[in-house]
């Protein structure tokens, strides 16, 4: 059981922008949420403060009926995958996917069959010994997602994962990260500026602009489609 809400939650950053004003919506167990909107409208924002990257200037947010606002990143249960990768460099792939699990200490043949598995789902097992630079962008966002499924977690957040990629690669990786959503049931919540991209990938979409939502809605419904 995973979901997310907020209440009325506003982010004022120290410079006084206000990133985001009075946003509320609820993310369902298993359910495949898009935030859309333009460049600087707060999308970012949201899910850091999911997260627990960005503390919460006003109002609550929920994961499964409980109030996190003071509860650290780690201890929230929730995986992001960034637009950049952040993948580590020095670090082999194998290296780059197992790092979180080491970091809480869980035991090496769990990591081992952690890492396979995800690696085996994502089709990487044979870039296990590869650097970062060695590997091409999908590659790299292959890999920066099996660090979040070898968590396991409740929660997934997609930052922009798929904005430097090729054209070709973006829609390869849309389909890839939609039958991801079926397969591991998770909760995610996936952030973008692409319409396409939320019309094909979401189960619903919040649309935001200026930092406050407009519509909340499923494509269907957004799009009118005949
Ligand atoms: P998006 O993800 O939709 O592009 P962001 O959430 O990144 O939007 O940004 C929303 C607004 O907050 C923008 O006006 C941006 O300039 C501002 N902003 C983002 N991060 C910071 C920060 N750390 N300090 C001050 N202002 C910020
Ligand atoms: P450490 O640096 O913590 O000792 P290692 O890099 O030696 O960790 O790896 C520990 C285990 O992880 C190995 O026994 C192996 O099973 C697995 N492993 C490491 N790298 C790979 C890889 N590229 N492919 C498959 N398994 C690997």
Same mark, same amino acid.
């Given at each position: 059981?995973?979901?997310?809400k907020?209440?009325?939650? #506003?982010? &004022? ?5 206000? %990133?985001? +004003?009075?946003?509320?919506? !609820? ?81 090496k #043949?769990? &990591?081992?069959?952690?890492?396979k598995e %995800?690696? +085996?789902?994502?089709?990487? !097992? ?29 929660v997934f ?11 070709k ?57 005949p």
């Amino acid at each position: 059981m995973a979901e997310v809400k907020l209440e009325n939650v #506003s982010k &004022i950053y120290p410079n006084n922008v206000i %990133a985001v +004003k009075d946003a509320t919506f !609820e993310v369902k167990d298993g359910e495949f949420m898009v935030l859309l909107g333009p460049s600087g409208c707060g999308k970012t924002t949201t899910l850091r403060m999911i997260a627990g990257l960005e503390d919460v200037t006003k109002g609550y947010i929920y994961i499964d009926n409980k109030i996190v606002n003071d509860v650290p990143p780690k201890d929230r249960d929730i995986a992001m995958v960034f637009q950049n990768y952040a993948l580590y460099p020095h670090m082999s792939v194998y290296e780059n996917m197992a790092f979180g699990l080491k970091l809480r200490k869980y035991p090496k #043949s769990e &990591i081992d069959k952690r890492v396979k598995e %995800a690696a +085996k789902i994502l089709g990487i !097992e044979h870039l296990l010994d590869r650097k970062p630079k060695e590997l091409s962008g999908g590659q790299r966002q292959r890999v920066a997602v099996g660090r979040a499924i070898v968590r396991n977690p409740k929660v997934f957040l997609f930052d922009e994962p798929l904005s430097n990629l090729d054209a070709k690669f973006r829609v390869q990786m849309r389909t890839e990260i939609s039958k991801l959503h079926q397969k591991l049931g998770a909760t995610m919540i996936y952030v973008t500026h692409d319409q396409i991209e939320a019309m094909t990938m979401g189960d619903r979409i919040v649309v935001m602009k200026d930092g406050i939502i407009q519509q909340i809605d499923t494509p269907l419904n957004l799009y009118n489609f005949p």
